[in-house]
């Protein structure tokens, strides 16, 4: 092997070894700067308040839907009810970016209450109360 040849060599390993670490921290700082906007999206879309029910009935069943939209998603309480005289806080992550959304309230039957529904912009609502 001339100099030359030994020369090349060590050039074309430093080439190499420099473009791996490049492309090393290209990866790195991509995920990181991933990471970091899916971190603040998600807590920029979840909506949080304090929903109390100032009734004298058992509020079984809370739906939202952002305004426009034509049909309630499911039911916020799941399985739970909310008491006379409770409070319960609730969220809503939904992943949209909107902030006004219809809201329906549903008694337990034989209460005598209707089923009532409002909208709110629950990105500045911090507690909701419902009553007769």
Same mark, same amino acid.
């Given at each position: 092997?001339?100099?030359?040849?030994?020369?090349?060599?060590? #050039?074309?390993?430093?080439?190499?070894?420099?473009?791996? #670490?490049?492309?090393?921290?290209?990866?790195?700082?991509?995920?990181?700067?991933?990471? #970091? #906007?899916?971190?603040?999206?998600?807590?920029?879309?979840?909506?949080?308040?304090?929903?109390?029910?100032?009734?004298?009935?058992?509020?079984?069943?809370?739906?939202?839907?952002?305004?426009?939209?034509?049909?309630?998603?499911?039911?916020?309480?799941? *399985?739970?009810?909310?008491?006379?005289?409770?409070?319960?806080?609730?969220?809503?992550?939904?992943? *949209?970016?909107?902030?006004?959304?219809?809201? *329906?309230?549903?008694?337990?039957?034989?209460?005598?209450?209707?089923?009532?529904?409002?909208?709110?912009?629950?990105?500045?609502?911090?507690?909701?109360?419902?009553?007769?």
């Amino acid at each position: 092997m001339t100099p030359l040849t030994s020369a090349a060599s060590v #050039a074309s390993v430093i080439i190499k070894t420099e473009a791996i #670490a490049y492309m090393k921290t290209k990866l790195v700082l991509t995920a990181l700067a991933l990471f #970091a #906007a899916t971190t603040f999206e998600a807590q920029a879309e979840d909506l949080v308040f304090k929903l109390k029910n100032n009734t004298n009935a058992v509020l079984t069943n809370f739906y939202t839907s952002p305004v426009g939209v034509n049909e309630w998603e499911g039911d916020v309480f799941g *399985r739970q009810v909310l008491n006379p005289g409770e409070d319960m806080e609730i969220t809503i992550a939904d992943g *949209r970016e909107v902030c006004k959304y219809d809201m *329906r309230f549903e008694f337990e039957e034989g209460s005598g209450l209707d089923t009532t529904e409002d909208m709110q912009d629950l990105c500045e609502l911090g507690e909701y109360t419902i009553h007769e």
